[in-house]
């Protein structure tokens, strides 16, 4: 069965220093992956997706996240920090073996961003 | 120009009453989605559903009914709610059916409150 672990459920860091959020995927396919944001009282929004197109994956607002399979994870990273950044990350993996058509969410990571 | 739309926004009942959510997507995707967000911020899966047809139903209560009218409506029905059922309630929408790398599109969300 294909699931997803985020290490840590919060993070807090300075502004102006580099974000790192943790993910770990388990799959048996080639997996599809995802990072959603959501700010306070607000819906989902995509950061990005691995495509396997490329294992370095850029996305919104700086963001960018690295698929190593030899790892089986798949980190999210912003160099600089910004107060804007606050928020709930979500790490998700689509499960396959429903044909798709079930995503399976990490429990999330809160962002603290401290001025 | 909301992509994917939710009605009510707020809801706040009384146990052991009947309430609808509705939802729709004018994205043209052929697959819709509930979420539920307990107070943990942990997202599930309920529904999925391609062309109109249920494809998932992750256990949930069978108080809870989804209906799709259209590809573009998923709506869900709630019967007899129960305090359990406090959440912030997600719609989803995606393109699933010409490649599983697609995001899901997700809605505002509608804050449900069972008193």
């Known amino acids: 069965a294909q699931s997803v672990t985020q290490l840590d459920s919060h993070v807090s860091v300075s502004e102006g220093t580099p974000v790192l959020l943790r993910c770990n995927y388990s799959s048996s396919y080639s997996p599809s992956l995802f990072w959603y944001v959501q700010h306070p009282n607000k819906g989902l929004q995509l950061l990005l997706k691995y495509t396997s197109a490329a294992t370095l994956v850029k996305g919104i607002n700086g963001f960018e996240a690295e698929f190593k399979k030899s790892e089986t994870s798949f980190h999210l990273t912003k160099p600089s920090a910004h107060m804007s950044d606050a928020a709930e990350y979500f790490c998700?993996?689509?499960?396959?073996?429903?044909?798709?058509?079930?995503?399976?969410f990490g429990a999330g990571t809160r962002l603290f961003v401290k001025a | 120009d909301t992509a994917v739309s939710q009605t009510p926004k707020y809801l706040v009942t009384q146990m052991g009453n009947d309430k609808s959510i509705k939802c729709e997507q004018n994205l043209g995707h052929d697959t819709m989605y509930w979420y539920k967000q307990d107070s943990k911020k942990f997202l599930k899966i309920m529904f999925s559903?391609?062309?109109?047809?249920?494809?998932i139903n992750e256990t949930v209560p069978n108080r809870f009914s989804p209906k799709s009218p259209d590809k573009a409506h998923l709506n869900l029905h709630i019967n007899s709610l129960e305090l359990g059922d406090s959440a912030v309630y997600f719609c989803a929408s995606s393109q699933v059916n010409t490649g599983h790398n697609n995001e899901q599109f997700f809605g505002p969300g509608t804050r449900l409150t069972v008193l």
């Open positions: 998700v993996v689509r499960d396959l073996n429903t044909g798709g058509f079930k995503t399976i």
């Open positions: 559903y391609n062309n109109k047809e249920l494809i």
